[in-house]
């Protein structure tokens, strides 16, 4: 399932806590980001440990433009977690509204 990113800004602008990932390089990240733990689409299946306990709540996934979050929701599933949602347009988009 996909989340818009006005749904997003919206709920963030409400001060709603969002368990958001970003899966872009640390270089992208250090550019700009929503705030969101930093987990490269690379280290993700190495990494599931830190994600531990989060498998029934609602994750955010994002990247610069869908693509690699979608690949990172399709990880995520497969590792048993239950309601992710990845960013429609990625950080684009967002930084487009």
């Known amino acids: 399932m996909d989340i818009t990113v006005q749904e997003l800004k919206d709920r963030l602008d409400q001060g709603e806590k969002v368990h958001l990932i970003d899966v872009r390089e640390p270089n992208e990240y250090a550019d700009d980001n929503l705030g969101g733990e930093l987990i490269p689409l690379g280290e993700l299946p ?21 693509a690699r979050s979608a690949r990172a929701q399709q ?11 990845n960013l429609t347009g990625g950080i684009l988009a967002y930084r487009a509204i």
């Open 46 to 66: 190495y990494r599931m440990d830190e994600l531990d306990g989060l498998q029934d709540e609602e994750i955010v996934v994002h990247c610069r433009s869908g």
């Open 75 to 85: 990880i995520l599933e497969e590792n048993g977690f239950n309601n992710v949602r």
